[in-house]
Nanobody, 125 residues
Framework: QVQLVESGGGLVQTGGSLTLACAASGLTFSTKRMGWFRQAPGKEREFVAGIDWSSIITNYAASVKGRFTISRDNAKNTVYLQMNSLKPEDTAAYYC??????????????????WGKGTLVTVSS
């Protein structure tokens, strides 16, 4: 049974930082690309950041590039999202997702095979 469990969400002030973690189990983590998506109230789920199986290729949404960093530790079956310079518009539920493919050109929610239940990030102004 595949499980993705996010942690690290919370309330932070504008300009602050948070690090999210996603612990994976029940799958061969090192062969899968991993992504972070987010969904704000009343909005569709959107891509935030992604990383291939080897950590060589990372991708970011334009809205977070330069502020967020995705990384992974295949020995710990964990993917991270370091978020700096947070803004109120970053407020959302953040979801970890796994794709059975080790790499790919696009990041689309519908293509992801497994999802966590999410962790809430609230940025106060």
């Amino acid at each position: 049974q595949v499980q993705l469990v996010e942690s690290g969400g919370g309330l932070v002030q504008t300009g602050g930082s948070l690090t999210l973690a996603c612990a994976a189990s029940g799958l061969t983590f090192s062969t899968k690309r991993m992504g972070w998506f987010r969904q704000a109230p009343g909005k569709e789920r959107e891509f935030v950041a992604g990383i291939d199986w080897s950590s060589i290729i990372t991708n970011y949404a334009a809205s977070v590039k330069g502020r967020f960093t995705i990384s992974r530790d295949n020995a710990k079956n964990t993917v991270y999202l370091q978020m700096n310079s947070l803004k109120p518009e970053d407020t959302a539920a953040y979801y970890c997702a796994a794709d059975n493919r080790p790499y790919g050109d696009t990041w689309v929610a519908a293509d992801m095979d497994y999802w966590g239940k999410g962790t809430l990030v609230t940025v106060s102004s």
